[in-house]
């Protein structure tokens, strides 16, 4: 088996397309750190084992930076003597629905899940495998030297290195698995089947229960109907007559209020007529009166009045007046008292001012002081009135009462005037008092009067009011109607029978009560009846029961039946896995002489025997201790590089143990980091002759001694990606 031709775009540091010619025997790819080599070795595990439509990380970061479409590889390759191409295409969104997946073989061109299902059946080597064996990274070797080639025999073992009994185990397994997923769906199916059969026990039991209740609710149904049906018809003869009570009772009201507006019509007509009479025997002669005689009577009996009261404050102020001009008179005598005395005084004032001069002052001050009080003492002298304004007083007297005794005459009130002549006042005071008893005569008589007339408009306007209301003739035709149909409905309630049984009002409020009761009931037995029914059309249909059990217990016995399959099926994946276990553990004998075959060529014949314990522990003999020592890190008497050389013979003797018929091609990723020049030349020299058997490919950071070691290439970065040599 070999690499023939590798093709990348987009995949890593290979942006642009790139492609890789290996030949059958030794490849060499050399360059520094970061140029590309690791990427070549990723990309053929890639090609091999990663399916494109995967989501993983690992797969997304190994895209180009900023490349457009993502990574493609094409691998082509000669497996057991057959041409094999593989495509791959890894997009950069959605690879579930836009990865490819080709495979050409035989001239037959396979996408998708066939061309993965293909290639693993031609294959067949798992990557665990690959990568235990004929892979070899520098930082794996590391990594063995921690954990013994027992560790390594307990990956492989779990890895499933035989790859026919991998297959084998793998079918078992899957088998198993299989035959457990039907088990529990079978199971998760008993379970739903179980809960179906309770939920149709349960569905029937409900069943019959809700026929049992719908049975029972109809025969009470029916029951109540016919008792409905004769209550209801009683209630209804007895609501009729009820209704011809109320009408009878309607029509009496109505011929009452009827009645009642007749009376009220007679009673106003007569008392209309009575107040028409009334006022043409007691008021007859008022009739030609004036409307305005009551206010000119009252105007006139109020300028009277103010007259009589001006004349008497005229004869007030004439009465002060004189009081006035007799008090002027009293101070001018007063005057001329003051002013002899203070001339007396100051005559005296002379004759004494020589005997006394103390009493000669006082008597001058004071004789000063009364002719000075005579001087300036002055009063308001009173202006008498002129006897006129009285005269005119009297006249407007005269000519008001004069008005009074004309408009009272009219009334037909007579009244005698006094004499112009003679005591006036001793007659005005009398005739004032007949003037008094005259109005006030009159302005009862006028509002009588008033009344009268005012009683009868509104006896008028109330006529008028009913007269508009109805039509007192067509008023007394329907009372006539009226009569009759009271008759009529008092001879139907007389004759009914439900009147002659004599049932009461409240026997009748009882039976409508009792009724609304079982109608309620009724209504409820029917909402009652309709939910059954409801419940019986909603109920879910299931299957019959002998059918469900039948089905149940099928599943049972066929659950059992695989049961006993995946029973068998795990005893014989434990036998064959304890048959892989045998195999592994006779893998000492067979691995020793590949080691010690490849030892000397790594160490320059310094080590060349080697021991494997029961646990494959790597013991190995020391000839300057002379001794076999154990090969671990720990002991001082092992160097780095040492241990690498020691640890690369493993592998290399692993891979011929483990290869049977297919001989993998090796991909070594700077194995030879800690080797000195003359092993490293030596390492290469053994390659060489290995490649003769199989397929080497080598990648290094450290230069090529001088030789021929297959065919070199130069990796410069993915800028200038390579230079064939």
Do not use: M
């Given at each position: 088996m070999r690499f023939l031709r590798l093709v990348l775009e987009g995949y890593g540091c290979f942006?642009?397309?790139?492609?890789?010619?290996?030949?059958a025997g030794l490849n060499c790819f050399v360059g520094?750190?970061?140029?590309?080599?690791?990427?070549?070795?990723?990309?053929?595990?890639?090609?091999?084992y990663t399916t494109p439509t995967t989501s993983a990380q690992a797969a997304r970061e190994r895209i180009s930076w900023g490349h457009p479409h993502g990574w493609q590889l094409e691998l082509e390759l000669e497996l057991r003597g057959e041409r094999i191409r593989l495509l791959k295409f890894h997009p950069t969104d959605d690879p579930r629905r836009r990865a490819t997946f080709l495979l050409e073989h035989h001239g037959e061109q396979l996408s998708g899940e066939a061309a993965r299902t293909r290639w693993e059946q031609l294959w067949r080597v798992p990557q665990e495998v690959y990568l235990a064996t004929a892979c070899v990274r520098q930082r794996e070797i590391a990594h063995i030297a921690h954990r013994t080639l027992k560790s390594l025999q307990q990956q492989l073992r779990e890895s499933a290195v035989n790859a026919d009994l991998n297959r084998i185990l793998s079918a078992l397994q899957q088998e198993r698995r299989r035959l457990r997923a039907q088990v529990e769906n079978l199971q998760r199916g008993l379970q739903e089947q179980a809960r179906q059969l309770h939920a149709a026990r349960e569905v029937a039991q409900k069943r019959h229960e809700l026929r049992q209740r719908l049975h029972t609710v109809e025969t009470e149904i029916a029951t109540l109907d016919a008792q409905l049906a004769h209550e209801t018809q009683l209630l209804e003869r007895w609501h009729a007559v009820y209704a011809q009570q109320e009408r009878l009772e309607q029509l009496r009201r109505q011929a009452d209020a009827n009645q009642r507006h007749l009376d009220q019509l007679e009673q106003l007509e007569r008392r209309a007529r009575e107040l028409e009479t009334e006022l043409e025997t007691q008021f007859g002669d008022w009739a030609s009166l004036p409307s305005d005689l009551k206010t000119r009577v009252d105007a006139a009996y109020m300028r009277y009045q103010d007259a009589l009261r001006r004349l008497h404050a005229l004869a007030q102020h004439r009465s002060q007046q004189e009081q006035a001009a007799q008090a002027a008179l009293g101070r001018g005598k007063a005057r001329v008292g003051y002013a002899v005395l203070g001339a007396a005084l100051c005559g005296a004032s002379l004759s004494l001012w020589g005997l006394a001069p103390i009493l000669g002052a006082v008597a001058l001050v004071l004789g000063v002081l009364a002719l000075l009080i005579a001087l300036f003492w002055r009063g308001r002298t009173p202006s008498l009135e002129t006897p006129a304004d009285a005269t005119t007083a009297q006249q407007e007297i005269d000519a008001y009462r004069q008005e009074l005794v004309q408009l009272l005459q009219q009334a037909g009130y007579t009244l005698n005037l006094p004499p112009r002549n003679g005591a006036i006042r001793d007659h005005a005071t009398q005739f004032t008092l007949q003037l008094q008893q005259a109005i006030q005569q009159f302005s009862e008589q006028w509002n009588a009067l008033q009344q009268r007339r005012a009683e009868i408009e509104r006896v008028r306007h109330r006529l008028d009011a009913l007269h508009s209301l109805q039509d007192?003739?067509?008023?007394?035709?329907?009372?006539?109607?009226?009569?009759?149909?009271i008759v009529g409905l008092q001879e139907q309630l007389r004759r009914d029978p439900l009147t002659r049984e004599g049932f009461s009002t409240e026997a009748m409020v009882r039976l409508e009560h009792a009724v609304a009761q079982r109608q309620q009931h009724l209504e409820a037995l029917q909402a009652e009846r309709l939910r059954c029914e409801g419940a019986l059309?909603?109920?879910?249909?299931t299957e019959p029961l002998d059918a469900l059990e039948q089905e149940h217990a099928y599943v049972q016995q066929r659950v059992q039946q695989l049961q006993y399959r995946v029973r068998l099926l795990e005893a014989t994946e434990q036998l064959l896995t304890e048959a892989n276990a045998r195999y592994l553990s006779d893998l000492s004998p067979r691995l020793k002489p590949r080691i010690e075959h490849y030892l000397p060529a790594l160490t320059l014949e310094r080590y060349t025997q080697a021991q494997l314990d029961e646990?494959?522990?790597?013991?190995?003999?020391?000839?300057?201790?002379?001794?076999?020592?154990?090969?671990?890190?720990e002991r001082a008497a092992w160097s780095a590089g040492v241990?690498?050389?020691l640890f690369f013979a493993c592998r290399l003797g692993l891979s011929d143990a483990l290869a049977d018929d297919l001989r993998l091609p090796l991909l070594l990723d700077d194995p030879f980091v800690y080797f000195d020049l003359a092993r490293y030349r030596a390492a290469l020299e053994l390659l060489t002759r290995i490649a003769t058997e199989t397929q080497v490919i080598l990648f290094t950071c450290r230069p090529l001694p001088e030789g021929s070691w297959g065919r070199v290439w130069m990796l410069h970065g993915c800028s200038h990606p390579l230079s064939p040599s």
């Open positions: 942006r642009e397309r790139t492609a890789f010619e290996f030949d520094a750190n970061e140029s590309g080599k690791s990427t070549v070795l990723a990309a053929l595990l890639d090609a091999l007192p003739k067509a008023l007394r035709e329907q009372q006539r109607e009226l009569a009759i149909e059309q909603t109920l879910p249909h646990n494959l522990n790597l013991w190995v003999y020391h000839p300057e201790c002379g001794e076999t020592l154990p090969v671990e890190e241990l690498d050389q």
